[in-house]
Nanobody, 124 residues
Framework: QVQLVESGGGLVQAGGSLRLSCATS????????MGWFRQAPGKEREFVAA????????YYADSVKGRFTVSRDNAKNTVYLQMNSLKPEDTAVYYC?????????????????WGQGTQVTVSS
């Protein structure tokens, strides 16, 4: 089992920044690729970003490319999502997820473990 706990969400004005953290415990963190997803009210959960087990490869949804940066610290068992130039359409609950494959998938049903989510609200 892997436990994931997100933090860092909140209310921010458009154009602002937030950094989300996802602290993990349980099995060896470096054995898991990590993903970030978000879900807005009435919408399906969508892929935001992902990072490989070593951190050497990162992947982004087109909607966040150039604004968001995913990173990880395997010594701290933590993955981060730096969000800059936030827009009202970024408002959602953000989730981190863990998957034991080499290449992190972009579909949520491929992930094995999930956090409880953290709310991000961007005001216009």
């Amino acid at each position: 089992q892997v436990q994931l706990v997100e933090s860092g969400g909140g209310l921010v004005q458009a154009g602002g920044s937030l950094r989300l953290s996802c602290a993990t415990s349980g099995r060896t963190f470096s054995n898991y690729a990590m993903g970030w997803f978000r879900q807005a009210p009435g919408k399906e959960r969508e892929f935001v970003a992902a990072i490989s087990r070593s951190g050497g490869r990162t992947y982004y949804a087109d909607s966040v490319k150039g604004r968001f940066t995913v990173s990880r610290d395997n010594a701290k068992n933590t993955v981060y999502l730096q969000m800059n130039s936030l827009k009202p359409e970024d408002t959602a609950v953000y989730y981190c997820a863990a998957e034991s494959g080499v290449v992190p998938p972009t579909k949520p049903d491929r992930y094995d473990y999930w956090g409880q989510g953290t709310q991000v609200t961007v005001s216009s």
